[in-house]
């Protein structure tokens, strides 16, 4: 039998939990034995829940206990979310997350730690919810030299526009509708002022380009509570559709990096014109491979679920090291060199 710990059940530790119930035998037949939920730590107690006799608010329970092997980190924010997983770390256990709040603020740290006690931390479902990317990104991928990344990364905005878009409605009513949907949170401001896509294009960095990027490196982080009807009508006529995007750009010689965040213009023949709705969809160019996308869910409880999962099997099964950075190149902060159009006062760059 496996034990694990889980630390917090909200959405997606809820999710986890489902997920280990629901492919019990799936996930048996990968181990040749049971994976087991010995612990959720959570203030909440969860009366009548099927783990509600291991449900623990004492951090100290799973760090004492040498039978855990991996802690799923599925709290969201940065404490004590960070000082839990560090605190495991040094205890001897992997770690895997989804929260990528921690991961952009403090992931060279936690790695760094990881490797000095000879475990894992590991965080696939940072970025693009249930959609695997960042193990193919280090894996797959790792004999490329990535050139580019640009993506959908935030579900919530891409809806917002995509209802502007196909039903002419306002910025308001389409955020209030996303709000009614459970697409959006009560606060939107991290998802529509850019802060998730950035942490997310943040990481995608780090891992793409070899270096640690954080929120300060990128040049601008714009979202789309300026996009009005108008722009994107104009748009339309032009072609394009407005899509919140995170871009990170390296030169053919690895020594500068450009990220942002910001509303593009998209044209019809690209990709991610077509991705709609709360849809995710990222694509990588890579010198050898060109380009490849990953596309799919990019939230929701399962979806998540199921990239920590596979995270825990990679932390039991291979216990893969950190990946080395190396030290960090040029950062350009200036997006001004892009080809850009100026739609009613607000220019655009062009994907």
Known sequence: MINIAIMGMGVVGGGLCEAVSKNK??????????????????????????????????????????????????????????????ACLKAGKSVVTSNKLVVEKHASELEEEALKNGVCYLYEASVGGGIPVIHPLMHCLSGNRITKIAGILNGTTNYILDRMEKDGCSFEDALSDAQRLGYAEANPDADIEGLDAARKICILASVCFGSWYRLNDCA????????????????????????????????????????????????????????????????????????????????????TSSAVLSDIIEAVKIKTPPCEKSKPCMIIKNIDAKSCIDILGIKYPVI
């Open 25 to 86: 035998d799936v996930i048996s037949s990968v181990f040749g034995e049971e994976l087991y939920i010995k612990y959720v730590l959570d203030k909440r107690t969860f009366p009548g829940h099927e783990l509600e006799n291991r449900v623990v608010n004492d951090i100290n329970i799973i760090l004492n206990d040498p039978t855990i092997a991996v802690v799923a980190e599925t709290m969201g924010g940065d404490k004590p979310a960070y000082d839990f997983s560090l």
């Open 220 to 303: 601008e982080i714009t979202g789309i509570s300026e996009v009005t009807l108008k722009h994107i009508e104009e748009a339309k006529k032009m072609g394009y559709k407005i899509k919140l995007l995170g871009v990170a750009e390296n030169s053919d010689d690895g020594k500068n990096a450009l990220l942002f965040v910001k509303p593009c213009l998209v044209p019809e023949d690209d990709l991610l014109y077509a991705v709609n709705g709360v849809f995710n969809c990222i694509t990588v160019t890579g010198n050898l491979v060109g380009e490849v996308a990953f596309y799919g869910h990019g939230a929701g409880g399962l979806a």
